[in-house]
């Protein structure tokens, strides 16, 4: 280090699992990380018990595992100790739940289930042991400086007010970040928040009591379940506690006719018959009175940066409908990029004077080559709100998934399901949409040759009982969709 050069030091407001990563990542560079959140330390008995009543589960995919694994620290496995794979959504279709399984991807490839809570308190914990990272909790940023790098924050149990000096202040402070709102003063930042009509309530199903006396998952936990119902679902991902965390996701309109106990078990009697039993009537009862009603936010933001002084990542500067499973695993991803960055714009973990112009540039780029693939994550979340509780069960897409899973078998390189590239792979956001689009006129085209072909087939070998030829008619009904759908896109 020359005689002026300095260690670069960073503040990084909010220690949710991006801030906490972000933390590794850079104490890795050798930079001097302080972290501040404004919630009082997880880890602690006394606050858990205040702010983590219940189990809420994500689930991390490639992506996610990819940034984990890229401290060096083998965080991936870590998390994976208690993560639970999922290899394919199961529907409950109709009132009974009847079961159909579809495999997320040819090759088992899975999701897995994780521990909200836990996976943040592993990562603020990896951060720690690192002596170069300091996180100090119960501190709320109200305002920073971008310029003079200092912050504002508030002391929550005592009221006081602290300033704080940092030479890169890095906004991972979630969707309704303090850091986002410094930054609008400082940039002309395009900014855009949108709720969706739909909320959610978390609710759950317990293990059940094995034959053996001891407990047992009371559906099968290598799958998502989902329980598609059109206008609204519910799903269920699978606990080491051999439990499930159930969300329920619906207007709220909806939510607001359910006054008392009888709305609530009229509307699941109709709806989700087959839950109610694996749930038990007094606990849904219980828990769907007892747990909030979250409303789903996207927040839009662009750039992310300013100068060297500031840059916001994770949900603070893109949050989005969760029905892709992929808000913390992009927000990791903004981490991995970020730091791949430094490391390409040369920026080193000391500054020697204002001429050092390496880290402006680095986020500079980070703005530029990360808008594209931001934007299309959160269009894709919001579309795959409709598959999952609508698309799902349609034959058409059924037919398109069919065909698009044997093409991928045939010529992997040429056709890759959209599902496959958003979760199971590290490709650019905006190419795994572009590429979805491209491929999308010949899976129909493929698809309505198929459907046709299966059904002209069913018909000609005389299969005249009345079922058969009803599932004859669905087949061609879907064949003709898909082909029309088809001759539609070819005319645009
Ligand atoms: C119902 C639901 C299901 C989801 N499922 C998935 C899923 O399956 N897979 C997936 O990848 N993602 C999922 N997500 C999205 C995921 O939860 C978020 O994308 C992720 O938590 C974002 O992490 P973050 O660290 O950017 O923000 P957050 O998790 O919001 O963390 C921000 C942190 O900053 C702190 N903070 C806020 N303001 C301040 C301040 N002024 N000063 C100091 N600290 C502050 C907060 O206390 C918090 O600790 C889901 C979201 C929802 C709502």
Known sequence: MTKAAKTRSVAIVGAGPVGALMAVYLANRGWNVHVYETRPDMRLPENKAKIQNRSINLALSTRGLTALKGTGLALDELIMKSGLPMRGRMLHIGNEGHLVSQDYGVHGECINSVDRAKLNEDLITAAEELNNVKVTFNHALKRADLDKGTLTLENKETKEVVDAHADLII???????????????????????????????????????????????????????????????????????????????????????????GDLLNFFEQYFADAIKLMGKDLLIKEYFKNPKGSLVMVRANPYHYKDRCIILGDAAHSMVPFYGQGMN???????????????????????????????????????????????????????????????????????????????????????????????????????????????????????????????????????????????????????????????????
């Open 330 to 492: 992009c927000g990791f991803e903004d981490v991995r990029i970020l730091d791949s960055l430094l490391s390409e714009f040369n920026v080193k973990s000391t500054k020697e004077g204002e001429s050092d112009n390496s880290l402006a540039l680095a986020l500079e780029a980070y703005t530029d080559r990360r808008t594209k693939d931001l934007k299309a994550i959160c269009e894709l979340a919001l579309y795959n709100y409709t598959e999952m509780r609508h698309g799902v069960t349609s034959p058409v897409y059924l037919m398109r998934k069919k065909v698009e899973s044997w093409l991928h078998l045939l010529v992997p390189s040429r056709v890759i399901p959209l599902y496959t590239m958003v979760s199971f792979s590290n490709r650019p956001y905006s190419e795994a949409y572009a590429r979805h689009h491209k491929q999308g006129f010949w899976l129909s085209v493929a698809g309505a040759a198929v459907g046709l072909g299966t059904a002209a087939g069913l018909l000609v070998a005389g299969w005249k009982q009345r079922r058969q030829l009803k599932d004859a008619a669905g087949l061609l009904k879907a064949a003709f969709l898909t082909a029309a759908q088809s001759a539609q896109k070819l005319v645009q």
């Open 171 to 261: 906004g991972c402070d979630g969707a309704y970040s303090s850091v986002r709102n410094s930054l609008m003063r400082y940039v002309r930042l395009d900014f855009g928040q949108e709720y969706i009509p739909h909320g959610y309530c978390e609710l759950s199903i317990p293990a059940k009591v094995g034959a053996d006396g001891k407990p047992e998952f009371a559906m099968d936990p290598e799958h998502l379940h989902i329980w598609p119902r059109h206008k609204f679902m519910m799903i269920a991902l699978p606990n080491p506690d051999k439990s499930f965390t159930v969300t329920l996701f619906m207007p709220f309109a909806n939510f607001e006719m359910i006054h008392n106990e």
